[in-house]
T-cell receptor
């Protein structure tokens, strides 16, 4: 069964600081790996998407990395803002036309002033 | 920029009742999905739909569930006889065919709606 594990479960950081979230997966092979941001009570919104051959992808202050050999990905948030408070979800897509997504449980980030 | 919309935002129902959750996918998207998220848990895939038929479904999607695209714009999820454990956020998502969308949409990304919170009493 496909597994996507994320750590930490939650973290609190001060505004302006950086943080890094981890994702370990066992989905293999996979089509792509995404990081989604989910605000409370809202649907997930795609931040980054990487194929298995990509090592890094940036979207503003968000930088995702991927190590396909160790099956690990990370999401780095630079100079955090209050609006970064959300759940960040690692999502892996197995090969196939249907793009059935395997979701991690997410890391809840709280940014405090 | 068009978005996936869902109605209602919150639905409260009695156990055993039927509910229909509605979604309007992004225009010109052809792949549609339903997911659910029980409070405090991860998002779970329910079903995918393409070309007017179910293409894949999870173990959760049993005979109590059905999906329909009744009129070319709406995409609905019906739960025939709700149970307490059906209480969750239900998300609809749509995806364009890769390479066909252009503009702001990435071809193989699923775009999620805001969700419907279903509460079964």
């Amino acid at each position: 069964k496909n597994q996507v594990e994320q750590s930490p479960q939650s973290l609190i950081i001060l505004e302006g600081k950086n943080c890094t979230l981890q994702c370990n997966y066992t989905v293999s092979p996979f089509s792509n790996l995404r990081w989604y941001k989910q605000d409370t009570g809202r649907g997930p919104v795609s931040l980054t998407i990487m194929t298995f051959s990509e090592n890094t992808k940036s979207n503003g202050r968000y930088t995702a990395t991927l190590d396909a050999d160790t099956k690990q990905s990370s999401l780095h948030i630079t100079a955090s803002q209050l609006s970064d408070s959300a759940s960040y979800i690692c999502v892996v897509t197995p090969p196939g036309d249907d793009y059935k997504l395997s979701f991690g449980a997410g890391t809840t980030v709280t940014v405090r002033a | 920029e068009p978005e996936v919309t869902q109605t209602p935002s919150h639905q409260v129902t009695q156990m055993g009742q039927e509910v229909i959750l509605r979604c309007v996918p992004i225009s010109n998207h052809l792949y549609f999905y339903w997911y659910r998220q029980i409070l405090g848990q991860k998002v779970e895939f329910l079903v995918s739909f393409y070309n007017n038929e179910i293409s894949e479904k999870s173990e959760i999607f049993d005979d109590q569930f059905s999906v329909e695209r009744p009129d070319g714009s709406n995409f609905t999820l019906k739960i025939r006889s709700t149970k307490l454990e059906d209480s969750a956020m239900y998300f609809c998502a749509s995806r364009p065919i890769p390479g066909t969308s252009g503009g702001a949409y990435v071809g193989d990304t699923q775009y999620f709606g805001p969700g419907t919170r279903l509460t079964v009493l």
